[in-house]
C-alpha cells in the first residue's frame, strides 16, 4: 500500500515569489493536514482539509491557503514568499474528521527555501 | 485549546540504557495520545499510541504510560540501540473536528 505521497522534495524559492506543493494521502483516507516544522521548532499546525472543505486553520496569514480535489488530493499554496517561510513542509493523511480518533500518517515532506 | 508540554528536549544516552519522554497535556478531554519518531530528512512515523481507556502499553522494547488525573504520559524505551537515535514527538487529540495538538519534540541520541 503506498502511503502519503508529497511532490517536490525540494523546492527553491525567492522572496515574492509563490509556492506550490501537492499531497496525496492514503488510499481510502479522506482527510488531509499540512504542517511546517521550521529548522529547530516542532511540528506547526497549517490546514485541515475533509471531504473537500477546509475544516480547521492554524495561526498563519492568510497568503498560506490551500485547497482538496476531488480524489482527497491536496495542495498547499504560499504567497509572497518570505525568508521566514523556508521549512519543511509535512503533509499527513487519516480517515474521516467523524471517524474517531485522528491518526496521523506523515509523508517525507517538501522542503521549501527562500532565498 | 490543547497545549503539550515535552520534556526534555534533548536526551543523550549509553546504548543499553533506557530513555524516557514525558509530556503534559492541558485538556482533559483529550483521549488518544500517539508518539511519533522522526528521523533525519524523512516524515514523523507512529511508533506507539494509547487511548484514555488504558493506562499502559507496550510493544517490544517501547511502552506509553498514561495518567490521566495528573494529564501526563510518557514514553519508555529499554535498551535503547543506536537506530533509536531520533525526534519523537508526543501528541494529544480528541478527535472529531478537533485537531491533535503535538509537543515540541526530543531529540534522542544514542551514543554506542
Known amino acids: 500500500e503506498a502511503g502519503v505521497t508529497q511532490s517536490p522534495t525540494h523546492l527553491i524559492k525567492t522572496r515574492g515569489q509563490q509556492a506550490t506543493l501537492r499531497c496525496s494521502p492514503i488510499s481510502g483516507h479522506t482527510s488531509v493536514y499540512w504542517y511546517q516544522q521550521a529548522l529547530g521548532l516542532g511540528l506547526q499546525f497549517l490546514l485541515w482539509?475533509?471531504?473537500?472543505?477546509?475544516?480547521n486553520r492554524g495561526n498563519f496569514p492568510p497568503r498560506f491557503s490551500g485547497r482538496q480535489f476531488p480524489n482527497y488530493s491536496s495542495e498547499l499554496n504560499v504567497n509572497a514568499l518570505e525568508l521566514e517561510d523556508s521549512a519543511l513542509y509535512l503533509c499527513a493523511s487519516s480517515f474521516g474528521a467523524f471517524s474517531g480518533a485522528n491518526v496521523l500518517t506523515f509523508g517525507a515532506g517538501s522542503r521549501l527555501t527562500v532565498l | 485549546g490543547e497545549n503539550v508540554e515535552q520534556h526534555p528536549s534533548t536526551l543523550s544516552v549509553q546504548e543499553g540504557d533506557s530513555a524516557v519522554i514525558k509530556c503534559t497535556y492541558s485538556?482533559?478531554?483529550?483521549?488518544?495520545f500517539p508518539w511519533y519518531k522522526q528521523e533525519l530528512g524523512k516524515g514523523p512515523q507512529l511508533i506507539i499510541d494509547i487511548r484514555s481507556n488504558v493506562g499502559e502499553k507496550k510493544d517490544q522494547r517501547i511502552a506509553v504510560t498514561l495518567n490521566k488525573t495528573a494529564k501526563h504520559f510518557s514514553l519508555h524505551i529499554t535498551e535503547t540501540q543506536p537506530e533509536d537515535s531520533a525526534v519523537y514527538f508526543c501528541?494529544?487529540?480528541?478527535?472529531?473536528?478537533?485537531?491533535?495538538?503535538f509537543g515540541r519534540g526530543t531529540s534522542l541520541i544514542v551514543h554506542p
Open positions: 482539509y475533509d471531504e473537500g472543505e477546509e475544516r
Open positions: 501528541a494529544a487529540s480528541k478527535g472529531g473536528s478537533y485537531i491533535p495538538t
Open positions: 485538556d482533559s478531554a483529550s483521549n488518544y
